[in-house]
């Protein structure tokens, strides 16, 4: 099995679109940069890292290489168990459940354990080779680390084989969603768990040597058998065989579990499950006409509603916001902190909102057109022109992020104090930026969507959606010079002047224009103000009916959408002569 798995392998990359190569060598590239930086770093400083810094850093590291692969490996694990193609043949052949497991056990150790195990060992055979250490060093080093990636695998298996006997099987579309959340919550509690032990921070507790776990850790344990390894002492076989044995029992565990969590459950969840309508009279409602772009919108909502996969594009911002709020006061930060005065909390606020919108709504809104890989059969017959399609996915679309940032925004302005002026000013800058950044979005839909019904949150590829960041942060930062410009206040005119005159090249240029900006906001204040909201919104606006224009084009002509399946395909969402 192992062998027939290593052929699908060669033949899934040998039909690899070329694109699709470029990228990987782009990745591979970055991480190849990245893993050079941090060896020749810890090369230069190895006079730096004492043994006890030294321990402090293998105990995190192997905390992290637990929480990483449990963040980014249980999806890609519940898709070995329950979404891989093949299970369909394999259950109908005469081999036992558990081979069948262990061969997908061990073929994930081929994506991110694999890559978790080359980030560490690699920097940590570094310090070995600078400091002059034993050659027990070595192969303890290897085993331990072997262990950490076992028992952070096992522990992903595990959770998906008790997960799915919970979850209903109506609710298998779902089930990523959950996976992937409760990830993300157990990484950052892995993360903070230092901190939240030592009532510290962890670059402190880190460069003084101290601590990080207590004796009974597991990781604790890692750190010691290859500190005494390190000098040749064979005090490390005790840490190191409870580590082994740690590991070997977490194992066992996940294979007491396979029968009923991985055979059945798979058969649960394709299964599936509906719920028995119910027999009577229903009133239906009558029906009502709406405008294309109206209709559209709504389609898109009820679409989005239905499916919480959807959603999944606002997690980052959720993390994002509790993460950060709760690493904050771990780090000894003070409610009363916050609570600073409105002038200067109000427009930090505004900046960092537009930034989150910024690196979401554009994504949202592109999604959009992907979604209608498998309804474009309806879009054709239907009398919609390409710019009802794109009208209408741009409102909804805009809509949703904005009422969710708008809720956030008014709970930090309550808890701030802001006055009343003050969020609805915010509210109206936003809304009337936000609408160019959808509108980008859209465009880049339409060049870009890529359909995965495994993954409906990611529906656009690498490199579209990479260049969708950068262009929303450009357009961001042109807009925001006016912005920027109504809410400096006229007593800067004095940094900015010396810093004209003490800097040089483009800082000295960017310094005169804002000097002379806010002198001419000294001299006429009203006039400035209302020429800088003027110029956003006409920069905003433009951009917004620019892209549409665009987008509407392109739907017109008809587009393209790379559908990901076992059989790779690329379906066309419309011919030269198709339209949308």
């Given at each position: 099995m192992l062998k027939n798995q290593w052929k699908m392998m060669l033949n899934s990359i040998k039909t690899q679109p070329g694109k699709n190569y470029v990228s990987y060598g782009i990745v591979f590239a970055v991480l190849a940069m990245l893993l050079l930086w941090?060896?020749?770093?810890?090369?230069?400083?190895?006079?730096?890292?004492?043994?006890?810094?030294?321990?402090?850093?293998?105990?995190?590291?192997?905390?992290?290489?637990?929480?990483?692969?449990?963040?980014?490996?249980?999806?890609?694990?519940?898709?070995?168990?329950?979404?891989?193609?093949?299970?369909?043949?394999?259950?109908?052949?005469p081999i036992p459940t558990r081979i069948i497991f262990w061969v997908k056990y061990l073929q994930s150790f081929a994506g991110i354990p694999l890559l978790v195990f080359v980030f560490l060992i690699i920097p940590v055979y570094v310090y070995g080779a600078a400091t002059g250490v034993s050659w027990l060093y070595y192969p303890v080093v290897m085993l331990v680390l072997i262990a950490f990636v076992v028992i952070g695998l096992s522990l992903a298996y595990l959770a998906n084989l008790l997960l799915v006997q919970i979850i209903p099987a109506a609710k298998a579309s779902e089930f990523m969603t959950v996976m992937s959340l409760l990830s993300g919550l157990l990484t950052y509690g892995l993360f903070m768990l230092p901190t939240?032990?030592?009532?510290?921070?962890?670059?402190?507790?880190?460069?003084?040597?101290?601590?990080?776990?207590?004796?009974?850790?597991?990781?604790?344990?890692?750190?010691?058998?290859?500190?005494?390894?390190?000098?040749?002492?064979?005090?490390?076989?005790?840490?190191?065989?409870?580590?082994?044995?740690?590991?070997?029992?977490?194992?066992?565990?996940?294979?007491?579990?396979?029968?009923?969590?991985?055979?059945?459950?798979?058969?649960?969840?394709?299964?599936?499950?509906?719920?028995?309508?119910?027999?009577?009279?229903?009133?239906?409602?009558?029906?009502?006409?709406?405008?294309?772009?109206?209709?559209?919108?709504?389609?898109?909502?009820l679409t989005v509603k239905r499916d919480m996969r959807e959603w999944l594009v606002f997690m980052p911002l959720v993390f994002f916001l509790v993460f950060g709020f709760v690493g904050a006061l771990s780090g000894g930060a003070d409610l009363s902190d916050l609570r600073g005065s409105a002038e200067i909390s109000w427009p930090i606020a505004q900046v960092l909102l537009l930034f989150m919108y910024a690196m979401f709504n554009g994504q949202l809104a592109a999604s959009a057109i992907a979604r209608e890989a498998l309804s474009i059969w309806l879009l054709r017959v239907l009398p919609l022109s390409g710019r009802h399609i794109a009208l209408g996915k741009l409102w909804i679309s805009w809509l949703l992020s904005f009422l969710l940032l708008t809720v956030i925004e008014i709970i930090i302005?309550?808890?701030?104090?802001?006055?009343?002026?003050?969020?609805?000013?915010?509210?109206?800058?936003?809304?009337?930026?936000?609408?160019?950044?959808?509108?980008?979005?859209?465009?880049?839909?339409?060049i870009g969507a890529k359909y995965n019904p495994s993954n409906p949150q990611n529906r656009l590829t690498f490199g579209t959606s990479f260049m969708l960041i950068i262009v929303s942060f450009v357009y961001l930062f042109v807009t925001l010079i006016p912005f920027?410009?109504?809410?400096?206040?006229?007593?800067?005119m004095n940094v900015t002047g010396s810093a004209s005159q003490s800097s040089l090249g483009i800082f000295s240029m960017v310094s005169s224009l804002?000097?002379?900006?806010?002198?001419?906001?000294?001299?006429?204040?009203?006039?400035?103000?209302?020429?800088?909201?003027?110029?956003?919104a006409a920069v905003s606006l433009g951009i917004a009916y620019l892209f549409i224009v665009m987008s509407a084009r392109r739907l017109d002509q008809g587009i393209e959408i790379d559908m990901v399946q076992s059989a790779a395909s690329k379906p066309s969402l419309g011919n030269k002569s198709g339209r949308l």
């Open positions: 941090l060896s020749m770093g810890i090369w230069f400083i190895h006079d730096l890292i004492t043994e006890p810094v030294f321990t402090g850093m293998l105990s995190y590291g192997f905390l992290l290489s637990i929480g990483l692969i449990l963040l980014l490996g249980m999806p890609q694990v519940f898709k070995q168990l329950y979404s891989a193609t093949d299970l369909n043949l394999l259950f109908t052949m939240l032990l030592n009532e510290r921070p962890l670059s402190e507790l880190i460069l003084e040597g101290l601590p990080l776990f207590p004796e009974w850790a597991p990781v604790t344990w890692g750190s010691q058998a290859i500190i005494a390894a390190s000098a040749g002492s064979l005090d490390f076989l005790l840490p190191f065989l409870m580590i082994l044995t740690l590991a070997a029992v977490i194992v066992m565990l996940t294979l007491a579990l396979v029968e009923k969590g991985f055979r059945t459950g798979w058969v649960r969840l394709n299964e599936g499950g509906g719920k028995k309508q119910r027999k009577g009279s229903r009133k239906t409602a009558r029906s009502q006409l709406h405008h294309p772009a109206i209709a559209v919108g709504k389609k898109e909502w302005g309550l808890f701030l104090g802001w006055s009343v002026t003050q969020f609805l000013t915010g509210i109206a800058i936003k809304a009337v930026i936000t609408t160019g950044i959808s509108s980008i979005g859209i465009w880049f839909g339409t920027i410009i109504v809410l400096i206040p006229v007593d800067a804002i000097h002379t900006l806010l002198s001419w906001k000294a001299a006429y204040p009203v006039m400035v103000m209302a020429s800088g909201i003027i110029l956003m």
